[in-house]
C-alpha cells in the first residue's frame, strides 16, 4: 500500500491543521493506522493509533488536542490537531501495520508516507 500526506503548514500557537493521508495500492480496512511525527536527531514518535475495529489511542501529550479518525470510503485517514503548540512542530507520517502489533512501535508498521511538516510558532 502507498501513502500519501498532506496538509501540513504554518500555524500560529493555539491554531488547528487537519493531515490527511490517502492510501492507494490497497484498502485501509485491511491494516490498523497510525501517525508518528519526528524532529531531527529525535526518534520518530508515535502520536495516534486507529485500529481496524476503530478504536483509538493516543500518546500523553496530544490526548484531548489531537484526534485520529479514517474514511474507508475515501481510503483516508485523518489527524485532526487542535491547540497546537510549539512542542507538535515537526514532520508527521502516516504508516500502516497489519493487526496484532503494538501500534506505538514504529517497527510494527510496513508502509510509511513520505512525510508533511507541520511547524507551530
Known amino acids: 500500500v502507498q501513502l500519501v500526506e498532506s496538509g501540513g503548514g504554518s500555524v500560529q500557537i493555539g491554531g488547528s491543521l487537519r493531515l490527511s493521508c490517502v492510501a492507494s495500492?490497497?484498502?485501509?480496512?485491511?491494516?490498523?493506522m497510525g501517525w508518528f511525527r519526528q524532529i531531527p536527531d529525535k526518534e520518530r514518535e508515535a502520536v495516534a493509533g486507529?485500529?481496524?475495529?476503530?478504536?483509538?489511542s493516543y500518546a500523553n501529550s496530544v490526548k484531548g488536542r489531537f484526534t485520529i479518525s479514517q474514511d474507508n470510503l475515501k481510503n483516508t485517514v485523518y489527524l485532526h490537531m487542535n491547540s497546537l503548540k510549539v512542542e507538535d512542530t515537526a514532520m508527521y507520517y502516516c504508516?500502516?501495520?497489519?493487526?496484532?502489533?503494538?501500534?506505538?512501535?514504529?517497527?510494527?508498521?510496513?508502509?510509511w508516507g513520505q512525510g508533511t511538516q507541520v511547524t507551530v510558532s
Open positions: 504508516a500502516a501495520r497489519p493487526y496484532g502489533r503494538v501500534w506505538t512501535f514504529s517497527g510494527s508498521y510496513d508502509y
Open positions: 486507529i485500529e481496524s475495529d476503530g478504536s483509538t
Open positions: 495500492g490497497d484498502t485501509i480496512g485491511r491494516y490498523c
